[in-house]
Structure formats: C-alpha cells, structure tokens
C-alpha cells in the first residue's frame, strides 16, 4: 500500500509539474473535496458497521488512552515544528492526522494549501511505515505500549503486525485506540481549522 501511495505521489507530481497550467488548480481541489467526503463516507459506514466491537471495548480507560495519543502527539509535534520553523498551527495540523494520511493530506491541501497537505502526507505515511518496521524490533521489549505507536493506523494497516508481534491482546486494543482516534481526528480538524483558533495559531 505505502509503494502504491508513493508512486501515485510521484505520478502526481510528475504530471503537476509538466502538463497541468495553473488554472487547473479549482478543477483540483474540486476533486480532492469530492474524494474526500467519498473517504470520510466509507470510513464512517466501516466504523458503524463494528457495532459488536465498539459495545465491548469502547470504556473510559480506552477513551483516555485515545486521548493520551492525541496529546503526546500534538506536544511532541509542537516541539518538532519548533526546532525545525515550522508555524505552530501547521505542525498541529499536520500531527492531527495521527497516521492518517490519505485524510489530512487531502484535507489540508483543500483547506489550508498544497505544501501543508504535502507535508501532512508524508509526516503520517512516515509514521506509518515506521510503524510496520519498528513494531517487530520494540516487540522484544514491550507489547501493549506499542498500540500508540501508529495512532489511528492501529485499527487497519498496522493491526496485522501488532497481532503477530505483540499478540492479541495489543492488536483489539490498537483497533479500539485506532477507533476512537478515528473519531476524534475530524474534531481535532474542525477544531484546529476555526477561524478563531487558526488565529491564535497564527499570531
């Protein structure tokens, strides 16, 4: 999946860069909108439809450690962007993704502009993929931390190899923690993109 991201990344670029006049950029964005709200409909309808797991896990303690996630992520995020110059309000946004790059990416390009939704992009394909590579490495030492390593990642793309490698216990809570990020990542969007936040961010 990451391969085939990239090189769409790359296709993408290539055709930016050579073929499409700037007047294309409404025709873009238009599309990206659209994709977009396909997106949030399909992940919407995959996370109604897991009535049986939601019921049986969804507690308080799994609520704060979704919680948790967001903060730790956002704080290390705001540090980041610090020490590297980036503006406050960009690094949260692109940390709000918590892994979920096909959402932010497109979000941010739409909603605040191209090289914020980049960056979104390849922060939390990143993390992803570290993920996949560090999960089996730091399984040898710890198995239910590892479930806040790859943020909302944890209830798909990374679940398989948290099952293998940390067992099953770490694998239901990563797909609970996952959950909730899921939900909570919209809010953090729709938050972070008011006017009034965005700024205070700014100033």
């Known amino acids: 999946m990451i391969g085939i991201i990239f090189s769409a990344l790359f296709l993408g670029f290539f055709t930016g860069r050579f073929f499409l006049a700037p007047i294309a950029k409404p025709l873009l964005d238009t599309i990206l909108m659209t994709a977009l709200a396909v997106m949030v409909f399909c992940a919407g309808a995959d996370i109604g439809s897991s009535r049986q797991i939601v019921r049986r896990f969804l507690t308080v303690k799994t609520l704060g450690l979704s919680l948790l996630v967001l903060l730790a992520t956002n704080v290390g995020s ?49 993390r992803e993929l570290l993920t996949i590579l560090g999960i089996p490495i730091l399984a040898r030492f710890y198995h239910l931390p590892l479930v806040v390593v790859g943020g909302a990642t944890s209830m798909d793309s990374t679940m398989p190899i948290l099952l293998q490698c940390a067992g099953r216990p770490a694998a239901i809570l990563g797909f609970v923690n996952g959950f909730l990020l899921s939900l909570e990542i919209p809010l953090l969007f729709a938050f972070l993109l008011s006017p009034t936040v965005s700024a205070f961010l700014n100033r």
């Open 78 to 126: 705001l540090g980041g962007g610090y020490l590297m110059g980036v503006p406050f309000r960009d690094a949260l946004l692109v940390s709000a993704g918590m892994g979920w790059y096909s959402l932010s990416s497109v979000l941010l390009s739409a909603a605040v502009g191209t090289e914020t939704g980049t960056l979104a992009f390849l922060a939390n394909a990143l």
